[in-house]
């Protein structure tokens, strides 16, 4: 039987590194893409090779558009040499920063990096990599909370999550031709090094946020690699064009 095979981009940590180890645990097969950590991103192929599948870390700067021709170049390459197939089924566009900045003071450098990275990178490579994607396969964006609950200093990183909701129904609708079904699935707060590791270095944040979270806690790492190995098994097939909270119930 011909394994599935899974590409998450910035997979090397947080929560692309918890998505590729739950995934993997359900025997697929995972392309990840690190940015700048080659040695955790070497460190997890081990990690994952140990789970009984076969792995692939890819070097992707999301922020840079121009170069995402010669990336799907490089996925086309590797799936034959590693994997043996020439294309693969699902998607997760994870990679992404976090910066904390009040609407007031927000520059346009900072908005314009958060538009590279985390709208116009998961268009456009999106796009060039849609060519690779098995027909039935499936995508998973990933969003944030924020956009259905404020805190202050996130106006433009929610912005670009909000955008990134608006094209996932897009998505849906123009690629159900080819049985691809498209996904947002949006995290509450997550104790990671994301945002420089606010939620789960500073204890009072992270008190405050389990208090006003239905189940008492902030997230973990493993709650969303379960939450999206959820959403790719063959029993959700039928969920398509949706936004999924995964935050424990964060401000209900």
């Given at each position: 039987m011909i394994r599935k095979?899974?590409?998450?981009?910035?997979?090397?940590?947080?929560?692309?590194?918890s998505t590729a180890q739950h995934l993997a645990a359900h025997g697929i097969d995972i392309i990840g893409t690190y940015n700048s950590k080659a040695d955790e991103a070497k460190a997890l192929v081990k990690?994952?090779?140990?789970?009984?599948?076969?792995?692939?870390?890819?070097?992707?700067?999301?922020?840079?558009?121009?170069?995402?021709?010669?990336?799907?170049?490089?996925?086309?390459?590797?799936?034959?040499?590693?994997?043996?197939?020439?294309?693969?089924?699902?998607?997760?566009?994870?990679?992404?920063?976090g910066i904390h900045a009040s609407f007031s003071e927000t520059t346009e450098d900072q908005f314009d990096q958060?538009?590279?990275?985390q709208l116009k990178g998961p268009f456009f490579l999106t796009q060039h990599l849609l060519p690779l994607i098995n027909d039935n396969g499936r995508i998973i964006n990933i969003s944030t909370g924020l956009t259905r609950f404020v805190l202050p200093g996130y106006a433009a990183y929610a912005?670009?999550?909000?955008?990134?909701?608006?094209l996932t129904r897009y998505q849906a609708k123009e690629l159900g031709a080819r049985g691809i079904g498209v996904n947002?699935?949006?995290?509450?707060?997550?104790?990671?090094?994301?945002?420089?590791?606010?939620?789960?270095?500073?204890?009072?944040?992270?008190?405050?946020?389990?208090?006003?979270?239905?189940?008492?806690?902030?997230g973990l790492p493993g709650d969303i690699g379960g939450a999206?190995?959820?959403?790719?098994?063959?029993?959700s097939r039928w969920i398509n064009g949706q936004r999924i909270e995964a935050s424990g119930g964060m401000f209900l």
């Open positions: 095979i899974a590409l998450i981009t910035g997979a090397s940590r947080g929560l692309g590194k990690t994952l090779k140990k789970a009984k599948v076969k792995a692939a870390m890819l070097q992707l700067d999301i922020s840079k558009s121009e170069t995402f021709d010669d990336f799907a170049g490089e996925v086309s390459r590797t799936l034959q040499s590693v994997f043996s197939q020439h294309r693969f089924d699902f998607l997760i566009n994870n990679a992404g920063i958060l538009v590279n990275i912005a670009m999550k909000g955008a990134m909701e608006v947002v699935l949006a995290p509450g707060a997550i104790e990671t090094d994301f945002g420089g590791g606010v939620v789960r270095d500073n204890p009072e944040i992270n008190e405050f946020l389990a208090g006003n979270t239905a189940l008492g806690r902030v999206i190995a959820l959403l790719l098994a063959d029993e």
